[in-house]
């Protein structure tokens, strides 16, 4: 429906035409992909802490913390190796480290560092890689004129992940817990 207005739309918000082009489709579904995963992990990793482990919200915060310092910190060579290797290996190497810490992080150790600090940082270190590259190859795929509208249907599809994962897992969650 929304592509259907916004082909009749005088200056539509999204160029249709972006829809048509496989490389932009493709960074997009794995932008929903990778932030739907990361969001999951992130949204259940608090109450693991809470309630398996017994953690107070301020220890819970000091073991997330360095996630975003992490994703801050490496966010420069991550684009610096994009810039010289392209998307593809960033984004291979990015993907199976996120998924090596989530992996770990399942694995369910009750070990606060083993079980959860060191494999958020993983993740982090993962995400970093993951991140910058995205943008970089929506934007990319994108006509010249259409770089904006690339970038702003990119951010979208992630936030759609990441609102999807949070609903998903909370019906997941409740339903095997009832």
Request: proline content about 7%; some cysteine; overall charge positive.
């Given at each position: 429906?929304?592509?259907?207005?916004?082909r009749?739309?005088?200056?539509?918000?999204?160029?249709?035409?972006l829809?048509?082009?496989?490389?932009f489709?493709?960074?997009?579904?794995?932008?929903?992909?990778i932030?739907?995963?990361f969001?999951?992990?992130?949204?259940?990793?608090?109450?693991?802490?809470?309630?398996?482990?017994?953690?107070?919200?301020?220890e819970?915060?000091l073991?997330?913390?360095?996630?975003?310092?992490?994703?801050?910190?490496?966010?420069?060579?991550a684009?610096?190796?994009l810039?010289?290797?392209?998307?593809?290996?960033?984004?291979?190497?990015?993907?199976?480290?996120a998924?090596?810490?989530?992996?770990?992080?399942?694995?369910?150790?009750?070990?606060?560092?083993?079980?959860?600090a060191?494999?958020l940082?993983?993740?982090?270190?993962?995400?970093?890689?993951?991140a910058?590259?995205?943008?970089?190859?929506?934007?990319?795929?994108?006509?010249?004129?259409?770089?904006?509208a690339?970038?702003?249907?990119?951010?979208?599809?992630?936030r759609?992940?990441?609102?999807?994962a949070?609903?998903?897992?909370?019906?997941?969650v409740s339903?095997?817990?009832?």
């Amino acid at each position: 429906a929304f592509i259907a207005v916004e082909r009749r739309a005088a200056t539509p918000l999204a160029p249709p035409a972006l829809f048509r082009n496989r490389m932009f489709v493709g960074v997009n579904l794995a932008t929903l992909l990778i932030y739907g995963a990361f969001t999951g992990a992130l949204f259940l990793t608090p109450f693991d802490m809470a309630v398996r482990r017994g953690l107070s919200p301020t220890e819970i915060g000091l073991i997330l913390a360095p996630v975003g310092l992490i994703i801050g910190a490496l966010s420069r060579p991550a684009g610096a190796w994009l810039d010289r290797a392209g998307p593809r290996p960033v984004l291979l190497f990015g993907c199976a480290t996120a998924s090596v810490g989530a992996g770990w992080l399942a694995y369910g150790s009750t070990s606060l560092w083993f079980g959860a600090a060191a494999p958020l940082a993983v993740m982090a270190v993962g995400m970093a890689f993951v991140a910058g590259p995205l943008s970089t190859a929506v934007v990319a795929a994108a006509p010249r004129d259409a770089a904006g509208a690339a970038s702003g249907v990119n951010n979208t599809a992630g936030r759609i992940a990441s609102l999807a994962a949070i609903v998903i897992v909370g019906v997941v969650v409740s339903v095997a817990n009832q």
